[in-house]
């Protein structure tokens, strides 16, 4: 249940609050959605809240990444190792990555700048959204969030800002990609070691293929819990201000541009 019943059909709407999270329209910066879509297919997808997509996108690049080693040839291109990089590439997938890949970061910077467009309608339209969602599994409401808080705890292990911001679909992902990657990539073993100062054995654990994928998915933690603490922030302003205007302003009252009152 929520608490909202419209009595008439609006076009747009700024926000809907449901149990696994808030969606909302906001502006955005369409080459910062892109670029995250270049960091990893399905991450821009997500900032723009179109959740299906961004799971294909990001099942498929895990999917095509491992099957072409693509990861451990950057590794060895870094390295200046290019012979050894050519030969650890698989030729049979590597044509399937640059399509996908592509598709990824168009699509997501074309989703943001229509996302903007139909953000600035809705602002016009004020129409009324529900704020408050029960259910018996879980309860979200819409109030202010703290950004920093969001980012500090984002810091320490990626989704915990997310489940402070009550994107639960976001959060549950990001926790899982990390536990795989921070298993898989024998991170917690090299780190151990490393602090012991044996660089050595630190090198020999390690699993590039799977660690380069740790700075993109940290990185996004940080920057889509932040991002979402501001606008969600805004969002509570916006509404608790349209709510004190609808059931307390008087009708007449008109405040006129550059008046001091």
């Known amino acids: 249940m929520n608490n909202f019943r419209n009595e008439y059909r609006n076009r747009y709407y700024l926000a809907n609050v ?19 879509s270049v960091a990893f297919p399905g991450f821009g997808h997500f900032l723009v809240h179109k959740f299906v997509t961004g799971f294909a996108l990001l099942f498929w690049e895990f999917y095509i990444n491992q099957a072409t080693h693509f990861n451990t040839a ?32 168009w699509d997501s910077y074309r989703t943001a700048v229509d996302e903007n467009k139909i953000h600035l309608l809705a602002r016009r339209e004020k129409a009324k959204f529900p ?11 819409l109030d202010k969030k703290n950004p920093w808080t969001a980012l500090v705890w984002s810091m320490s292990i990626p989704s915990l800002g997310q489940l402070y911001m009550h994107r639960i679909v976001v959060a549950a992902l990001t926790l899982v990609m990390t536990l795989i990657i921070v298993i898989k990539s024998n991170m917690i073993e090299a780190m151990h070691y ?11 654990i390690l699993e590039a293929q799977w660690l380069l994928y740790f700075p993109s998915i940290y990185f996004f933690g940080i920057y889509d819990s932040y991002a979402n603490a501001v606008e969600l922030s805004k969002l509570f302003d916006c509404e608790q201000a349209d709510y004190l205007k609808r059931e307390y302003q008087s009708p007449s009252f008109v405040l006129h541009k550059g008046e001091k009152i």
Do not use: C
């Open 74 to 105: 950057i590794i060895y291109s870094i390295n200046g190792k290019i012979d050894e990089a050519k030969s650890v590439l698989n030729e049979k997938y590597i044509y399937l990555y640059i399509p996908v890949y592509l598709f990824a970061i």
């Open 194 to 204: 490393f602090l012991l100062g044996n660089l050595s054995m630190t090198k020999e």
């Open 18 to 36: 449901t149990t696994f999270g808030t969606i909302q329209l906001h502006q955005r910066n369409p080459l910062i959605i892109a670029l995250w």
């Open 131 to 141: 704020t408050l969602s029960i259910t018996p599994f879980q309860m979200n409401y």
